[in-house]
């Protein structure tokens, strides 16, 4: 038996490492492969996982490591889409290639709804899948209804139990099995990594002993989720937040991304208020620059860094802007909005959601509310969990357009059109719509000839 891995991230290869060495995955009889993928945007100007120094000894867990960017080049893998008459004949190749023989494979996958591990998923037809989580996203309920020809081989969803006693909903209304992984055993492996990270600027930043707070930046501007000044402002407020913690320097990890103003508004910020500031700009992720600090702080927008940190080291964190976010993120189904609760609901003063049981409740519900049909099984939870809160406190969370939509507690009464779809089967509410509106039609036209004198 031969697994493959097809892996995009940091956090992902990070997740997968620690389940390894957890023993919650199975041992191969064959060898296990480590696809990696840089599905940047632009791979040439990113370094892959497979590329990147800090990583380079978590790839021993690996027999053999393969980047699928050189395989499939010149186009990028996330368009990587072959013929489905080219796959068998690829299977084969690739097999052969990688040594896997006729024998069985599994497969450990990142991002299943997409290229490329869609793609691997229909080159395998017969291969079982566990999904890697990728942090806060996993939390998410699937965007897309996936076949069920492909949802049936998911056995498994592997996560970094950064929110203990919280269950996932990817592919939960599947009975895919919740695989946590231990949250000592992520520690090692964010603990490996920062020890062996070689980054001559991120040792320079740690030879200091100053109580630092680490601010994170994202780059929601150029996703056109905020404006270039709201996006400012933002980090910005990321400055006012860091200083309850009386920092004597401030480390600023800028998104890779984003565009220089941003780092320029945060160091005018933190000089204001007469605090040393600094700017990395190495590509070592945020957990490991968090541990390598010792911060006493992490602050950040909505970034899976933030409840990270807090569970591995007990880190205090703080947000910025995600009262904003929750506004501004269309459609409502937004990828980000869970994870932008998540964080929005850890962060908040005096926050509702401090046990994992409401917390779970609420990410229940937000996920019904984003995808009512793939997580129909979640409605009730989500009409009772809504039933009981504040007006304002649903509104925060849910808008009373989504709550009326759906028809959950807090949305306006239905109307007469509304009402009669609710009665009957289809072909009686479409009847009852036509007479409906040729009554309407009717009584229009009664009242025009009343205006114009006419009976």
Not at 240 to 251: E, H, K, Q, T
Not at 312 to 335: C, K, V
């Amino acid at each position: 038996m031969t697994q493959i891995f097809v892996l995009n991230s940091a956090y992902g290869l990070m997740t997968a490492a620690a389940a390894l060495d957890a023993g919650l995955l199975p041992a191969p009889t064959g060898p296990r492969i480590l696809l990696a993928v840089n599905a940047a945007r632009v791979p040439e100007t990113s370094t892959g996982i497979d590329e990147s120094a800090h990583l380079h000894g978590l790839l021993g867990r690996f027999d053999r490591v393969e980047s699928l960017n050189a395989l499939v080049a010149p186009a990028p893998p996330v368009q990587w889409s072959p013929a489905a008459d080219d796959l068998p004949t690829l299977e084969r190749l690739l097999r052969r290639a990688w040594g896997a023989g006729d024998g069985p494979v599994e497969l450990y996958l990142q991002s299943p709804q997409v290229p490329p591990s869609r793609t691997l998923a229909m080159l395998f037809p017969g291969a079982p899948i566990t999904i890697i989580g990728d942090g806060l996203m996993t939390y998410s309920p699937i965007r897309d209804r996936m076949p069920a020809a492909l949802t049936g081989r998911i056995r498994e969803v592997a996560y970094a139990d950064v929110l203990p006693g919280v269950e996932p909903l990817l592919f939960a209304e599947t009975g895919a099995r919740r695989l946590p992984v231990p949250l000592e055993r992520f520690r090692s492996i964010v603990e490996e990594v920062a020890a062996t990270a070689d980054d001559p600027e991120l040792d320079a930043l740690a030879a200091s002993a100053a109580p630092t707070v680490l601010i994170l930046g994202q780059y929601l501007a150029d996703l056109g989720l905020v404006s270039s000044a709201e996006e400012s402002a933002m980090q910005e407020e990321m400055v006012d937040r860091a200083l309850a913690w009386s920092p004597r320097r401030i480390v600023f990890k800028p998104h890779p991304s984003a565009a220089p103003s941003i780092a320029a508004a945060v160091v005018e910020r933190a000089r204001r208020h007469g605090v040393e500031i600094e700017v990395y700009d190495g590509d070592v992720p945020a957990e490991i620059v968090a541990a390598r600090l010792r911060t006493v702080g992490v602050v950040a927008g909505f970034s899976t860094a933030l409840p990270t940190v807090h569970a591995l080291f007990g880190t205090p964190i703080a947000s910025a802007g995600n009262e904003l976010l929750l506004r501004r993120l269309r459609p409502y189904e937004n990828g980000n909005r869970i994870p932008v609760t998540i964080v929005d609901a850890l962060t908040r003063d005096d926050t509702p959601y401090a046990s994992p049981t409401r917390l779970q409740h609420l990410i229940e519900t937000v996920g019904y509310a984003m995808q009512p049909r793939i997580a129909a099984h979640l409605r009730p939870r989500a009409e009772a969990f809504l039933a009981d809160l504040a007006p304002a406190e649903r509104a925060h969370y849910v808008p009373e357009r989504r709550l009326t939509e759906l028809g959950l507690p807090g949305g306006r009464p239905p109307g007469p059109v509304a009402r009669l779809l609710a009665r009957g089967g289809v072909a009686g509410r479409l009847e009852e719509l036509r007479l409906t509106f040729r009554g309407a039609g009717r009584r229009a036209a009664r009242a025009w000839r009343a205006l114009e004198g006419r009976r």
